[in-house]
Every structure is written in structure tokens, then in C-alpha cells.
């Protein structure tokens, strides 16, 4: 055990994959935080009664292995090229504004660049995974408490990743460390310092999530790609009551 797994505290969190590394040992459960938009899309999907099967881009054997088990799969919703990016016109896609009409029942392949890699890693490391974001932050947190027992609880903040070089290191984003203050926010003891600023970020914050998001360099982004709808679904704070939890490599309720 080491300073870098936040020893000690009962709440904890960390940055990206290097993070999912650092807190997997020591934590019984994993919050993934990917608000923009890979974990607001399962909460919407889920919260319609339909099921993700999530993989990571490239990853042909896990999309293989999507298709072998009945998912539909979903496009990514967006192309990207060096001068800019553009949201695509597929039916089903990564955007959460594609899926708010998906049925019930659906089980649905989603590869996702940033947070299905993040729930991967953190399923193979042997901890519970829950998809958390803005809109469902009050109830992942209470299902994180409930499946943790007195054991400690991670929150893994996504963040995004710089244009730079082909190893595209990690951007820290306002979107994910919102989310992420927002679920420790409803976890309120034992928190780490780490927890403990993002909770009082999102806290002093709360009344401006939606403009905060919509201002911030993924929000404008993604509105400038044609995607504003989707930042407008991340940012309604508590509007849904699921929790979604990876269970054989599936999120469902």
C-alpha cells in the first residue's frame, strides 16, 4: 500500500487510466466518471430499460465478442479529423441524444475511446464498476455505498486527452471533475483530500452546473460539432435515478 492509493480514507479519487491502477487494489468499488459523454450515455440507456455491452475502440475481439452476445452495435456519433469534429447522423450512437427513444430491453454494443476502456481496466482489476456522471451523481453514490460495505469506494474522473503526438496524454477536464466532486459530494464521509476538494468544488458550483459545462472546452467542442443537445442532457444534475453497475460485462440497472 502507498501514498498514491490515498490510504486511510474511505472515499478516494484519482485521474484516468493511471488512476484506475493506483485505487483498484485498495477499492471495493470503482465510479467511472466520463460525463462527456460515454458514462451519460449508459445512464441514459439504462435508464430506458436497455442494457450496454461496452468495449474500447479498436478493440476487435471485444467487439466480436458484442456481436456474439446479441448486441446491436452503435456508431461513435462523431468524427474527428485534424481540423475539427463532426457529429455523424447514425441512428444509435455514443451520443446520449441518439439513445433517449432507445426500448426497452435493448442490449446495446458501445465502443467508447475514453470510458469503456476506463470500466474495462477497472473490471479486471476485480472491483465493482459503476458508470457515474452529473445526471444520476445522488444515486451512484448511494449504490456505491450500499455495494461497498465499510470497504473503500474509488472515483475514477475520466478526463480528456490532448491532440499532441500520437500517445494523446491525459487532459484533466471540468466536466469529469464536476461529476466526479458531484458523486463525492453525496459521499460524505471519509473523504480523501483529493475527494474532499472536488465535493466542495461541486458543491459551490451546483447552481451553475448546465452553463459551467456548456462554457468549458468539451462543451464548447462538442456544440461547436454539432452535439450542443448532448451537453444539455450531461448537465441536468439528479434528473435520473439509476445506478448502473457492470455486472459479466454488461451495465444494466
Known amino acids: 500500500m502507498t501514498v498514491f492509493g490515498q ?6 479519487l484519482e485521474w484516468g487510466g493511471e488512476g484506475v491502477t493506483a485505487l483498484a487494489p485498495h477499492c471495493a468499488v470503482l465510479v467511472v466518471v466520463d460525463v462527456l459523454v460515454f458514462t451519460t450515455t449508459v445512464d441514459v440507456v439504462v435508464g430506458r430499460g436497455a442494457r450496454v455491452l461496452p468495449f474500447a475502440i479498436g478493440d476487435e475481439a471485444a467487439k466480436a465478442g458484442a456481436e456474439a452476445r446479441g448486441a446491436i452495435m452503435a456508431g461513435l456519433g462523431l468524427y474527428t479529423s485534424p481540423t475539427g469534429s463532426v457529429a455523424t447522423r447514425e441512428k444509435w450512437s455514443l451520443r446520449p441524444s441518439s439513445l433517449t427513444e432507445v426500448p426497452a430491453g435493448t442490449l446495446l454494443g458501445l465502443s467508447s475511446p475514453n470510458g469503456g476502456t476506463l470500466c474495462a481496466r477497472a473490471a479486471e482489476a476485480g472491483a465493482i464498476v459503476l458508470a457515474g456522471c452529473l ?10 455505498l450500499e455495494l461497498a460495505g465499510d470497504r473503500p469506494i474509488g472515483i475514477i474522473a475520466g478526463g480528456e486527452r490532448w491532440r499532441i503526438g500520437p500517445e494523446r496524454p491525459l487532459r484533466p477536464s471540468l ?24 465535493a466542495t468544488a461541486f ?10 459545462l456548456a462554457h468549458s472546452v468539451s462543451g464548447r467542442e462538442l456544440a461547436e460539432a454539432g452535439m450542443a443537445a448532448d451537453v444539455e442532457l450531461a448537465g441536468a444534475v439528479d434528473s435520473s435515478t439509476v445506478a448502473p453497475v457492470l455486472v459479466d460485462g454488461i451495465f444494466g440497472a
Open 175 to 198: 466536466e469529469d471533475y464536476l461529476g466526479a466532486g458531484a458523486i463525492a459530494h453525496g459521499l460524505r464521509h471519509g473523504r480523501s483530500a483529493e475527494a474532499e476538494l472536488a
Open 135 to 144: 445526471r444520476n451523481a445522488s444515486a451512484v453514490a448511494a449504490k456505491a
Open 7 to 12: 490510504d486511510g480514507y474511505r472515499v478516494r
Open 203 to 212: 458543491a459551490a458550483v451546483a447552481d451553475r452546473v448546465p452553463e459551467l
